[in-house]
Every structure is written in structure tokens, then in C-alpha cells.
Antibody, heavy 121, light 108 residues
């Protein structure tokens, strides 16, 4: 049974880097059928796609965040990670990792429970 | 356009039918997927592709698309369907994905 689990600091200071890891169990992150994605949700607001990564390392980023975002994959650990630089209070959100199916049509079929990250000094 | 526009909050009487829509230029080319999010929970995929339901999603959920509009219909809404619903699709470039702003569904 596929599970995704986000982990990382819950508090980040302004101007620093937000770093999260998503650990995948129950499936190989090297599968050719999937990307692996990050989505966030500020408190009381809607969902925002941050970016997705393929096991080869190819990445796709939200243009509005692209200058600050890096998503990478570690196939040996079956993990993928998110780094968001120069954070501000506007980056305070619940961060989800998800499996991003890419079999002709695209959708996020499995989600982690989310990790709340607060940006504050 | 890279935007997807969803309906304002919607209410439906228990057992009645409700349609939630999502509009965007990219929907003329790409299918939408739909996500249900109950308070305090992670989003749950309820519809994808032309009209495909993941295993475990009741058949009262159906999807359709016409022109620049994708729709999620709940036929015979139940109390447990009360949630926020989000659409998602690729943008016109095909290399990015975007979520709609969400529609809050209340079941009366």
C-alpha cells in the first residue's frame, strides 16, 4: 500500500531556506509511470502546485516560484525533496507531497498527510 | 491562460444533484482532475481523465467536459460529500499544472 510521508522543520526564519523530504513506501520512486509532486496550501486558502520531479531528475516548476524552488529525487532512499529559498511569511502553508500520475492523462492520485511549515522569526 | 476558475460556494439539498464547474482555456486541450478536501484532511482524488473514478469513489460522482469547461457532478448528494472541491489541469504550455481556486459544497 503506497504511503507518502512529509518530514522537515515546522518553523523557518524569514529569508532562510525551507527544506522538506517526502519518503515514499509501497512503490518505487523510479517507476516510469509517475512524477512526484509538491503542493502547498496556506491556512484557509486553496491548493497551489509547486512542482514535480521525474525519477531521472527532470523537473517542472510553478513559474511563480521557479526562481526560489529546487525539487530533487534520491532513488536510493526512495525519497524526493523540496527546497524553497528566501522564504517570507507568505510561504507559511501546509506542504503536501503527492504521486503525480503521467500515463497519458495527469493527476495526483496519492497524497501525504501534509507538513505545516510556519515562517516566522 | 494559466488560470482555472471555479464556482463560488454551492449548496445542495440532501439527495439532490449538484454540478461544480471549472473553466480555463487549457481545458480545451487537457482533461481536468478533481479533488475532494474535507476539513483537516488531505485532498482526495475523486475524478480524472474523461470520466474516470479511482477505486473506492462512489458512482454518484461523474465528470464531463465541453469546450473550456470541466464539470464534476454529484447525483444524489450525501452528507459526507460536504467538502471543498478543487480542479487541476495542465496549463496551456503543457509543462505546468494549476489548481482552481476551489468550490465549497454544503449539503443541506
Amino acid at each position: 500500500q503506497l504511503q507518502l510521508q512529509e518530514s522537515g522543520p515546522g518553523l523557518v526564519k524569514p529569508a532562510e531556506t525551507l527544506s522538506l523530504i517526502c519518503t515514499v513506501s509501497g512503490d518505487s520512486i523510479s517507476s516510469t509511470y509517475y512524477f512526484w509532486g509538491w503542493i502547498r496550501q496556506p491556512p484557509g486558502k486553496g491548493l497551489e502546485w509547486i512542482g514535480s520531479v521525474y525519477y531521472s531528475g527532470n523537473t517542472y516548476y510553478n513559474p511563480s516560484l521557479e526562481s526560489r524552488v529546487t525539487i530533487s529525487v534520491d532513488t536510493s532512499k526512495n525519497q524526493f525533496s523540496l527546497n524553497l529559498n528566501f522564504v517570507t511569511a507568505a510561504d507559511t502553508a501546509l506542504y503536501y507531497c503527492a504521486r503525480h500520475v503521467r500515463t497519458g492523462t495527469y493527476f495526483f492520485d496519492k497524497w501525504g498527510q501534509g507538513a505545516l511549515v510556519t515562517v516566522s522569526s | 491562460s494559466s488560470e482555472l476558475t471555479q464556482d463560488p460556494p454551492v449548496s445542495v439539498a440532501l439527495g439532490q444533484t449538484v454540478k461544480i464547474t471549472c473553466q480555463g482555456d487549457s481545458l480545451r486541450t487537457f482533461f481536468a482532475s478533481w479533488y475532494q478536501q474535507r476539513p483537516g484532511q488531505a485532498p482526495l482524488l475523486v475524478m480524472y481523465g474523461k470520466n474516470d473514478r479511482p477505486s473506492g469513489i462512489p458512482d454518484r460522482f461523474s465528470g464531463s467536459s465541453s469546450g473550456n469547461t470541466a464539470s464534476l457532478t454529484i447525483t444524489g448528494a450525501q452528507a459526507e460529500d460536504e467538502a471543498d472541491y478543487y480542479c487541476n489541469s495542465r496549463d496551456s504550455s503543457g509543462n505546468h499544472w494549476v489548481f482552481g481556486g476551489g468550490t465549497k459544497l454544503t449539503v443541506l
